[in-house]
């Protein structure tokens, strides 16, 4: 069992290092991107399912409430948190289009939208980066296992480089903050 955890660490770290090394431009480049909508004024959308869907709340509250600093709120917004509007989607429409839907309603062409799955073929996620694009708004994807189809149809596409979900998601929240930081950092310092 201690070999055990002490391999999963070494895996962590070994991906997180892999991150370091191939994305750290992007991830830059990502902070950039949501640094310049807030400045005039538009606001961060994130979404994803499961753990992805926790991790869009988790960036979001990070800006709205903050970070490390101590400073106003930022404008962010996740899409997985009204039931109401969730459940009304699937049920009206399907479950494809819960956030195409609401990107559809909710965004403008001053915003940035982050879409969140590890394997990058999160049929809903697609369609909320695909309707984010049609609108004229920038997208960032947030993806593993090579990217899939979102790392193809995004501005930037940050893609973790392993097909472990548990790992993946381990790096999303990571570089989740660092783009946190990043954007209070830029606008606050």
């Known amino acids: 069992m201690a070999d055990l955890v002490k391999d999963i660490i070494r895996e962590s770290i070994k991906v997180k290092e892999a991150v370091l090394k191939s994305l750290s431009k992007e991830i830059k480049t990502a902070s ?16 994803g399912n499961g753990g992805s869907a926790a991790d869009a709340q988790h960036i979001a509250a ?3 409430g903050r ?3 101590e400073r106003q709120g930022l ?15 699937a ?12 990107v559809e309603s909710l965004a403008n062409e001053n915003d940035v939208v982050i879409g969140i799955s590890t394997s990058g073929n999160a049929r809903n996620v697609i369609t909320g980066l695909l309707e984010a694009k049609k609108i004229g ?4 994807a947030l993806t593993g296992s090579g990217g899939g189809e979102m790392a193809a149809i995004s501005d930037i596409a940050l893609v973790v480089p392993s097909a472990n979900t548990a790992r993946i998601q ?8 660092i783009i946190c930081e990043l954007v209070e950092e830029t606008l606050f310092k």
Request: avoid cysteine.
């Open 32 to 47: 950039n991107l949501i640094v310049a909508s807030l400045k005039k004024g538009g606001k961060l959308i994130v979404f």
């Open 170 to 177: 381990e790096a999303h929240i990571v570089i989740g903050h």
């Open 75 to 89: 404008a962010a917004i996740a899409l997985t948190t009204n039931t109401s509007v969730l459940t009304s989607i």
């Open 91 to 102: 049920n009206d429409y399907g479950y494809e289009e819960v956030f195409s839907r609401q």
């Open 137 to 140: 708004i920038k997208t960032i």
């Open 67 to 69: 970070f490390k600093l």
């Open 62 to 64: 990070e800006l709205v």
